[in-house]
Every structure is written in C-alpha cells, then in structure tokens.
C-alpha cells in the first residue's frame, strides 16, 4: 500500500512493515517520553489489526498511552506523516482504573523530583 494512501483508521502494522524508513513513536503522558515502536514486536496475530485498535502499554511507568504519531526518518530529520488516536478495542473497567492509578503515580514521581531539584 503507498503511503499516502495511509488513513489513521485503517493503517495496519502490515503496511508499514515494508516501508524501512517509517517509524512509530508513542508519547507516554505518565513519564513525559517518546518511545519509538518496532514495528515487528506487534507480531503476525495482530499484523492485520489497524494500530488505532491494539492497547500499547509503557513498560516505565504503566500509562497507556493515547495516541501514535507515524513518520518518515530522512537523513537529516524526519516528516510527520500522521497522528493516530488509540481507541482499544478492548478496554475495560480495570483498564481505566489502571490508567488513572499509573497516571496518580507519575504525577507523585513528577512531585517528588521536583522537591528534590
């Protein structure tokens, strides 16, 4: 599929797997980061799920996170070619409480640096 094709609601880790300059970041609302998204740890179940469906997770500080951005890495910068919003398609009451108890955590570790800083 040519990128520009690429539609925030369909675009499936299969799409992108060919493309060796695209990249996937998540900004992580709980510990202020972005982590960049190997494509291939999504793995052959979920190749065909579109990416706005499948819950991502930060392994610092718990927080799923709310949104994707898909770019391009060019040699000296990189183009932003779409954000994609992240609407699980399985999220649940335990998600939620476990969304706002790693959010409260992250904002007490935020607090607590700030003290100390």
Not at 66 to 71: D, I, K, L, P
Not at 90 to 113: N, T, V
Request: include cysteine; hydrophobic fraction near 30%.
């Amino acid at each position: 599929m040519d990128r520009r094709a690429w539609k925030a609601e369909t675009l499936t880790a299969r799409d992108a797997v060919p493309h060796r300059d695209v990249t996937l970041s998540i900004y992580c609302p709980g510990c202020h980061m972005i982590r960049e998204l190997n494509v291939w740890t999504i793995g052959a179940r979920l190749a065909d799920d579109p990416l706005r469906e499948l819950r991502f997770r930060c392994r610092r500080c718990g927080v799923f996170p709310s949104e994707m951005q898909v770019g391009v890495r060019n040699s000296t910068s990189g183009e932003h070619l779409l954000t994609i919003p992240l609407s699980p398609r399985c999220w649940d009451d335990g998600h939620r409480k476990d969304q706002a108890d790693a959010l409260r955590r992250a904002e007490q570790r935020r607090s607590i640096q700030t003290r100390n800083h």
